[in-house]
């Protein structure tokens, strides 16, 4: 069933049956890593997520970005560069525009953008189990008595916050799987 | 000691208040996103499976902003 999500729901729903195929074990196996090092996050003394050091999405991004480029120029040899940059179908005065513009979007934030996703997602929920966990340590150890019982809050929202990370695990690797297929998608796309 | 001096003592970082302010336009564009998905399933429940993956690619754009603005903390006090 794990297999499933990327192999079916990813891979061939936005790919088709035969580029989704190709496209397959890289795929799954973004996905799967992905999973893997984001339930670190909360697994009982490993405590901290792969993915919350910026190293191991960054060598994701680039992989996904080296995929969408190798899939749309051998796709469309020579003419990947031009599609993506200068769009057919627009008046020419409006490419001193439009070029930066899709430059920027395509080729620098798009890997930008899913490293800060993954990295700051996991770098956050790390900071939210951290900071109810002190919290109820300090309520029920340094502060005791009466105050001390706020604790308790704390404590149930950590237990709360611990099972939102899972959702976010999954969550995660399912956004990531998603948008390198969905670049895949649009590096194969037929010029329109 | 004037009353102004004792509201104006505030210390730490403004970056908090940046991240703030960065949460509430992704906030407001994530909520219009699942609103109009839900929307959509409720007229058409037979595209549920597109409409679902559709909206998490939107949730991933929008939510990026918000990302960013955590980052600029890390990028700014480096």
Redesign the interface.
Known sequence: MGINIPRL?VAQ??LGEKDGKRFTPLITTIFALVFGMNIMGIVPGLQIAGTSVIGLPIVLAIVSYVAFIYAGVKKHPGAFFKNALVPPGVPWPFYIIVTPIEFVSTFVLRPV?LV??LT??M??GHLLLVLFFTATSFFFFTLGSWPGVLGVGTLLFGFAFTLFEILVAI?QA??FA??TA?YIQLALADAH | MDATSVLAAVSGNIATVGYGLAAIGPAIGVGIVVGKTIESVARQPELQGRLTTLMYIGIAFTEALALIGIATYYIFTA
């Open positions: 729901n729903e936005l953008t800060l996703r700051m997602n770098i956050v969550l399912y956004v998603l948008l969905v």
